[in-house]
């Protein structure tokens, strides 16, 4: 049979985790919190490498906020490798997203 093109074989839909802390101001924090969310990142980006359950991509602040994302195959297994950090900071209200390919099947886990 002639195909005018190959079409590529699906992905696996990529799961996120996105963690969220509330900061001392309604900007960016100050950099104590900065730092720690720093170092936490570091931290949880050689975890979850060692585990080999994905990657840890980055971290925004404002509006009071701090957010961290990783990305995987599995959000419950990268969720299990960086918990321990995530719950060592000592911002709240906190809570993660695990996102496991679409809105129905997020879950939110408080921190």
Same mark, same amino acid.
């Given at each position: =049979? @002639?195909?005018? %093109?190959?079409?590529?074989?699906?992905?696996?839909?990529?799961?996120?985790? !996105?963690?969220?802390?509330?900061?001392? @101001? @309604?900007?960016?924090?100050?950099?104590? *919190?900065? *730092?720690? !969310? %720093?170092?936490?990142?570091?931290?949880?980006?050689?975890? &979850?490498?060692?585990?080999?359950? /994905?990657?840890?991509?980055?971290? *925004?602040?404002?509006? /009071?906020?701090? &957010?961290?994302?990783?990305?995987?195959? @599995?959000?419950?297994?990268?969720?299990?490798? =960086?918990?321990?950090?995530?719950?060592?900071?000592?911002?709240?209200?906190?809570?993660?997203?695990? /996102?496991? /390919?679409?809105?129905?099947?997020?879950?939110? &886990?408080?921190?």
């Amino acid at each position: =049979m @002639d195909t005018l %093109f190959a079409l590529p074989e699906p992905e696996t839909p990529e799961q996120a985790v !996105i963690a969220h802390y509330r900061l001392s @101001d @309604d900007q960016y924090g100050s950099r104590a *919190e900065r *730092e720690a !969310i %720093f170092d936490a990142e570091r931290a949880m980006a050689a975890a &979850v490498a060692e585990a080999g359950v /994905g990657e840890v991509d980055g971290n *925004e602040f404002g509006g /009071g906020e701090a &957010v961290l994302y990783a990305y995987g195959a @599995d959000a419950e297994a990268l969720f299990k490798v =960086m918990e321990p950090t995530l719950r060592s900071l000592p911002f709240r209200s906190a809570y993660a997203v695990l /996102g496991q /390919g679409s809105r129905e099947t997020e879950s939110r &886990v408080e921190l």
